[in-house]
């Protein structure tokens, strides 16, 4: 449950574009690479433990990458 509310919470944040250095470009001083390698890592873990699939795993990184290039 924590991986999951963790994963939820670092993706919601990069969304929001606060974490942007223009759109689409996250800023590493603001500390948006270092969220999007908490997000990556929690999603990984969630499928090494089996609370997602491959896919699952997968889809959810790529949407959350066609959402920053799309805000910010």
Do not use: C, F
């Not at 919470?9 to 500390?31: C, F, I, Q, S």
């Not at 908490?38 to 990458?65: F, W």
């Amino acid at each position: 449950m924590a991986l999951t509310m963790i994963a939820n919470l670092a993706g919601d944040w990069l969304e929001t574009g606060k974490y942007h250095m223009y759109r689409g470009v996250l800023n590493p001083l603001t500390g948006g690479e270092s969220l999007l390698r908490v997000y990556n890592g929690t999603v990984d873990r969630l499928e090494e433990v089996g609370e997602i699939s491959k896919d699952d795993a997968e889809r959810n990184k790529k949407q959350l990458l066609d959402n920053i290039k799309s805000n910010g």
